[in-house]
T-cell receptor
Framework: SAVISQKPSRDICQRGTSLTIQCQVD?????MFWYRQQPGQSLTLIAT?????????ESGFVIDKFPISRPNLTFSTLTVSNMSPEDSSIYLC??????????FGEGSRLTVL | QKEVEQNSGPLSVPEGAIASLNCTYS??????FFWYRQYSGKSPELIMS????GDKEDGRFTAQLNKASQYVSLLIRDSQPSDSATYLC?????????FGKGTTLSVSS
């Protein structure tokens, strides 16, 4: 499986600021996704990061709040904008080559004060 | 996102026993199913995938799929304390996966 690296691994941020999370994969992958895991909860899909075009967002998530870039087949960023304490979560980058399985990076643990 | 349902647990079993984890789903069109294990503070790691009705075995793990009943299960034989974790069931939904809330398994020595 691909090796997926995320940065930062954790951060503590102030309310109202923005943070960009980077995801680097060691091989070209067809699909990249961003998930959120709030404390004690399961994983919720935020969006599919599309190479060279706008991301596809799931219901409840909007581009202004979670802008995503994917300039090539190995790299993506997720920005959490204008953060509030409710954004405190683990954000996970994941990759999949159909019909294969989905693999996750180590996650970025975000705490908003 | 159509639901994937799991009992949150905790499910407690003694070491050496069989742990049975269950999952139901609502979308009859689902074709692929996955079990992930997540240790506290870690990201999920894939245990098994299953696409066809019946059983699929991999070492101590057996996944069972019944599409007619919309039911997926994971059996862990000879459970070890190191199996203590949260187990997430997921189904394929287009290109992504939809996850259940997970079942916490505790294996006591």
């Amino acid at each position: 499986s691909a090796v997926i690296s995320q940065k930062p691994s954790r951060d503590i941020c102030q309310r109202g600021t923005s943070l960009t999370i980077q995801c680097q994969v060691d091989s070209q992958v067809t699909m990249m996704f961003w998930y959120r895991q709030q404390p004690g909860q399961s994983l919720t899909l935020i969006a599919t990061a599309n190479q060279g075009s706008e991301a596809t967002y799931e219901s409840g998530f909007v581009i202004d709040k979670f802008p995503i870039s994917r300039p090539n087949l190995t790299f993506s960023t997720l920005t959490v904008s204008n953060m509030s304490p409710e954004d405190s979560s683990i954000y996970l980058c994941s990759v999949r080559d159909l019909p294969g399985e989905l693999f996750f990076g180590e996650g970025s643990r975000l705490t908003v004060l | 996102q159509k639901e994937v349902e799991q009992n949150s647990g905790p499910l407690s079993v003694p070491e050496g026993a069989i742990a049975s984890l269950n999952c139901t789903y609502s979308d009859r069109g689902s074709q692929s199913f996955f079990w992930y294990r997540q240790y506290s503070g870690k990201s999920p790691e894939l245990i098994m995938s299953i696409y066809s009705n019946g059983d699929k075995e991999d070492g101590r793990f057996t996944a069972q799929l019944n599409k007619a009943s919309q039911y997926v299960s994971l059996l862990i034989r000879d459970s070890q304390p190191s199996d203590s974790a949260t187990y997430l069931c997921a189904r394929g939904a287009g290109t992504a996966l939809i996850f259940g809330k997970g079942t916490t398994l505790s294996v006591s020595s």
